[in-house]
């Protein structure tokens, strides 16, 4: 008491007094703290006494005896907790308490669970509870799927594997007792095999293909007729890759069944079959499905099948526009140009004609122009959000890319009707006017992204996009990290967001930086990760290309629940235009693939193991000076799961490339400038 008395006259001209005990308390233990440890020892205690004069404080006690009666721990120092205690015992002040054994509390939930998770911090009364992600308080956070209630628990709706991760809960003045609450989620398995039908002749050989997908990764098992295949049979099975593909040799009648590939892990057991009919006259099993693939040319559209390489259909630049009067890009002599195509919703194709301030919305059955939207002046980049079913237009307003963009939204893109563009909401002033929009892409765990972001020209930091609702909500600042985006792409397993930097002005590269997609709290700086970095559709592995003077790099990290591990580098003197994932048939992951800007190659990159192919014979890429709207001038683009062929445009020629041979399946000729590919697949009979 003579303490607090003693201190009060001081205390009360401190800028933030607010008059309470709890506030004197804790603003004396800090006083006393000389070493700023947290802790107050004995010394600390000893030389108070000495320099402040508080000897005769008390007749019984000194200052040090504090420590031999209300050292609650016996570690020989009193902790804030500690010293609160022991002035509640004169006043009632909140002492807060938990429990060690709850100090860390693990939590496992499943992919579009609601979990409500309560803090153990207690006292008396109940003092008021903060809740952290890293540094960031969520209850500033305005997210209605991450809320803390007044009780003092945190309330998490429709997980997703982005909430993976710590949350941590403590008294708001107390810093002292925290509680670590440790959250995994994990997703039911996926999977799918293929082919899933096959008709064989007795002593012939066949192979079954499955790729899973699970959080935390499945183990793999095949099975036959609901009962574990058994592997020690030599000569009969073979499983490759933890069961990425089942081989059986030497078929006899008795292999007729369904193969099934089963997947488990804590979410659960997913299975998918593949059948196998051994008879001595087969039965044909046509395919199920098909990939093609549309090319966007100098002359027009053009669609192929890659095994065979046929031509399905061709929209030429002078066509008109069924039901307009516009041509497809203009009359005898005028060049398409296109700015960037995607796939929506394997229903539509939508492509951009920057030069014509529209995008063209192609059926992907009937393979003709079915609508026309009109956007705001050189639309290029376009994203879908499959979950909202929008398409996000970027618009340059000029030729070039001069860092001042518009952004426009066409919703409901793949129903059937009448298209038409939206402004998202306009709140900072600037924010009309943008240098670059970073949106989610699509990947296999399947995960609905709630938020894009898009930069300012020079500035150090970004706006984040709440894209159902079209409007910015938040902006980060980066110029701690001297940061200004050039590049972004997300993970969707624990929740990254990757961002490579340069610096403003120079536009110098400064390396990566991790943000916590939910919170954009900076996890991690990684000043020697240069590079634009791509993300696996698994979300498992980040590869930076790092394009240096003296050659380019090609940076291998993993994603971890602790953030991006380096795993390896490979250095090529070949210059790097575009890259594609392709799924592995040895892994259930991805390898990569790279087309080169200026030598007819193809690098092949193992992401297990870090060895390095080269396919060549791919035919001369277009000059770089012919390239239009950022695009690269060789681009290659694979065809999904189970999808064996990429295609990568040559100067005037397609060529397909088998990715599991490694060759040239085929080589289309007679096109000028084929610039965009984009992969349908058709559902067949
Ligand atoms: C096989 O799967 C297990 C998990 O079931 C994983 O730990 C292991 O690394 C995988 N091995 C390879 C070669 O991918
Ligand atoms: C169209 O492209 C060809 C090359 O394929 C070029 O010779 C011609 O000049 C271009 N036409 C126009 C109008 O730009
Ligand atoms: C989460 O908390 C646990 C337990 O304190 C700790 O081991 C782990 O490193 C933390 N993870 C992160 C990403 O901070
Ligand atoms: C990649 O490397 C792994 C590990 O060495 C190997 O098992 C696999 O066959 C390789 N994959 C390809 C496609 O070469």
Known sequence: DNLLLINHAKLMYQKSWNGGKEYMVSALFRYLDLDGDGFLQREELQKITKQDKLDDISDVCVMSDMIRFEDMDKDGRLGLNEFYAAFSKLYSLSVVTLEKALEINRISAKVGDNVEIRCDVSGNPPPPIVWKRYSADLTTLGDEDLRVFSDGSLYLTKIQLVHAGNYTCRALRNSEVTQTHVLTVHTLPEVKVTPRIQSRRPSEKTSMFCHVIGEPFPEVVWLKNEERLKLDMVHKYRVVGNGTELSIDNIDYADT?????????????????????????????????????????????????????????????????????????????VNCSWGQAINVANRYVYVSQPLKDRVLVISKIQMVVVDVVITDKYPVALHYVAHLDQVWVLNWRSVYDD??????????????????????????????????????????????????????????????????????????????????????????????????????????????????????????????????????PDSRVVVSIDKAADGITLVVQQVLESGLKFSFDVKTTLMISDIAFYPSRTTHGYDLYASAADKEDILFLNLSNGKVEMITGVGKAMLQSLTQWGNPNRPIAASGIFGHYMVTPADEALFVINGETRTVNCEIGGLVHPRLVTWVTMQLQ
């Open 403 to 536: 860092g001042v963009k518009t952004i426009q939204v066409i919703r409901d893109a793949s129903q059937k009707r009448k298209h038409h563009t939206v402004h998202p909401e306009p709140i900072d002033g600037q924010f009309d006017l943008v240098r670059n929009l970073f949106m989610p892409t699509a990947q296999d765990l399947s995960h609905w992204f709630k938020y894009g972001y898009v930069s300012h020209s020079n500035q150090r930091g970004l706006y984040k996009l709440d894209l159902a609702n079209m409007r910015y909500i938040r902006s980060i600042d980066l110029s701690p990290y001297n940061c200004v985006p050039r590049n972004l792409q997300f993970s969707s397993l624990y929740g990254f967001v990757i961002i490579e930097c340069e610096e403003p002005g120079t536009g110098h590269a400064t390396g990566q930086v991790i943000l916590d997609y939910l919170t954009d709290t900076v996890v991690n700086k990684k000043a020697s990760v240069r590079g634009s970095p791509l993300v696996s």
């Open 257 to 333: 069944g369904a193969y099934m590939c089963q997947a488990s892990n804590t979410g659960g057991v997913t299975r998918d079959i593949s059948s196998l009919i051994v008879q001595e006259i087969l039965t044909p099993t046509a395919p199920k499905e098909e990939r093609r693939f549309f090319a966007f040319h100098d002359w027009g559209v053009s669609v192929y099948e890659p095994t065979a390489c046929r031509l399905y259909h061709q929209i030429q630049s002078t066509d008109i526009i069924p039901g307009t009067q516009e041509y497809v890009c203009g009359d005898k002599g």
